[in-house]
């Protein structure tokens, strides 16, 4: 293979690796300390754009309008039931079929084109965005990294604060899918935050436990489950905590 060559399939699998960890979005680990974070927000923001552009230019968007406005529509509207805004939020479409959507750092979410046509409406793809805005609302992105890098590799990036070492650090996690690793509290916590922005913004609140039963129904019927499915959380503790929340609202409407 002529080193040109070699050089691109190298990039590949890395970008690849990054692929499939960020696709694998929700897997979690159980970190002894949960609630370090070393990186600020304007860090986050530059490291958010330092990964976009990579994902820009080694994933498929998808063209389809009507599916972009969809997302955008339904992104804003969540949003704009936040009451603290520190990252400018966007919403992509990318081309896949496996039924997921994943967040980079300051705030950038990637909705899968799988995902859309997995819904059966709205208020499910609403609980779901709603559920990946709140892990960046709760900077879970920046909590993974620091958790995950450790202080000393990110002592540099405290004290000189350059595009350079940003860059070598989206990088790294381009290559190791350092985002990958949100704690089992964090999904907890992006479910009960997105509960509330869901019902902050008028949308119905039981579409991301829809959603997820949806999704538990096809790993029993599947020999070959989802690579969403294997990898995240146990859907069947966060469906009964979702059910929890669903029951004690209605109790309190009654
Ligand atoms: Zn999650």
Redesign the pocket.
Known sequence: MPPQREHFMHRRILILALISGLAN??AYVDPLIQDFNVVSVDQERQLGEQMAAQIEGEMAFSRDAAAQQRVQKVGQRLVASLNRRDFNYEFFVVQDKDPNAFTIPGGKIYVHTGLLQFADNESEIAGVIG?EIA?AYLRHPAKGISRQLGAQQLAGLLFKDTQGKLKTLALQMAGGGILTR?SRQD?YE?DEIGYQILKSSGYKTDGLLRFLRKLQGLQTGSASPLAFLSTHPPTPDRIARLESMEMQRTSYLR
């Open positions: 979005g929700c559920h892990h949100y999904e992006a």
